[in-house]
Every structure is written in C-alpha cells, then in structure tokens.
C-alpha cells in the first residue's frame, strides 16, 4: 500500500534558527497537506498544495510539492518557541478518500 | 461552529472492560474517520464513512473494534473488551469530501488508559 515518510523524526534547534521537514511517497500525490499537533493536542491543518512544483507561504513557513509530485517539504525561517510540536504531512490514497499521514517530525525549540 | 467533538476526553478502565467513544462531527461534512495514535505507530486510520457508511474498516485492529455511525452527526468506537495495549488517544476527525480539498479536522482525542 501507499507509503509516506518523513524525516527527520526529531529536530531540537535554537530559538531562531531554520528547520525543515521533508517527506516522501511511494506514490504520486493529487496533493499534499501538511497538519501541525502540539504537545498534548490533535492535529490541526496548516496548508494544501495540489499542483506540481508549488510554493505556498505563511509567514515564517514555507511549503513546496515536487515536480513528480512524490514529495515535499516545510521549511521554518527563525524558528519561535511557538513552532514547537510535530510536523505531518498527508496524502490521499488512491482511490480512497482518507488520507495517509507520514510519521512525523516533532520539533523542538530552545529559547 | 464548535468544531469535532468527542467524548469523554480522558478514559481509565480495567481490562476486560466494554469502552465506547463518541464523536460528533462538523455540521454539513460528510465523512468522518476514527484514528488511533500512539508513540509507536504513530497515526494509524481505524475506520472511515463516507454519508454514514463504513467505506474501509482494513485499519481496525480486530473484532474487538466496531465503530457505528447511525447518523450524519453522531459516531462511536467500541472497543469490547479491552486490553491494556488498547491504550493510545483516540481521534475523530471530520471533513467535506468530493470538493478536491479533503482538509480533515480533528477532535480534541480521547486518551484511553487500560489497565
């Protein structure tokens, strides 16, 4: 079945330094959200990216879908303590209307 | 709006013990999904419905597990009987399908503790 990976799974930096989340399907994505969970909370969505190629931004958060639409990134400029929690990205499964979550990457800041 | 809400949010039950939990999804949306996530598996899909109808249950772990979604604003997850590694937070999560967005929002999550 589909597959999605993330990686890192864990990232500590200082407060103000950059950070990103990669992830990666086994197979290709009509598009990609990305969810945000803080510590003790659910899921929440940040951002869906459909077309191949595409860059979104939200602030300090940058979004990109590949070109083969496979994969995708989330990059923090300057990270604040409260980007802290983990990171998920997920795609639709062929066929099925649920959405496959990565694993993860749990972010930590120091102030 | 009030958003997915589930209940209870936290649940401490002996093994052994029948569990139900509740979800209520967003007003209007038209499918709802149940996950499961723990520290080692991380966010595992249970079950999904689409217009109140089971559509993939091949993430429930086994019998024991049956979900129900007897209308358009009301779901639950029964675990019977349960056992300890049952434990995990339990979320519903509900979304308007067929609109190419698919965005899921989730409900706070019920923590289970089987003792």
């Known amino acids: 079945g589909q597959q999605v990976m993330q990686i890192p799974q864990y990232q500590h930096v200082q407060e103000g330094e950059d950070f990103t989340t990669y992830c990666n399907s086994s197979t290709t994505l009509s598009n990609i959200q990305w969810y945000k969970q803080r510590p003790g909370g659910h899921p929440v969505f940040l951002i869906q990216?459909?077309?191949?190629?595409e860059v979104k931004k939200q602030k300090r958060l940058t979004f990109q879908f590949g070109e083969a639409k496979k994969n995708s990134s989330l990059h923090i400029t300057a990270t604040q303590t409260t980007d802290v929690g983990t990171y998920f990205c997920a795609g639709p499964e062929t066929g099925r209307r649920a959405l496959t979550f990565g694993s993860g990457t749990r972010l930590q800041v120091q102030p | 709006d009030a958003g997915v809400i589930q209940s209870p949010r936290h649940e401490v039950t002996e093994m052994g013990q029948e569990v139900t939990l509740r979800c209520k999804p967003i007003s209007g949306h038209n499918s709802l999904f149940w996950y499961r996530q723990t520290m080692m598996r991380g966010l595992e899909l249970l079950i999904y419905f689409n217009n109140n109808v089971p559509i993939d249950d091949s993430g429930m772990p086994e019998d024991r597990f049956s979900a129900k979604m007897p209308n358009a604003s009301f779901s639950t997850l029964k675990i019977q009987p349960s056992e300890p590694r049952d434990s995990a937070v339990y979320f519903c999560?509900?979304?308007?399908?067929?609109?190419?967005?698919?965005?899921?929002?989730f409900g706070p999550g019920t923590r289970l503790l089987v003792l």
């Open positions: 999560a509900s979304s308007l399908t067929g609109t190419g967005r698919e965005t899921q929002y």
């Open positions: 990216l459909v077309k191949s190629g």
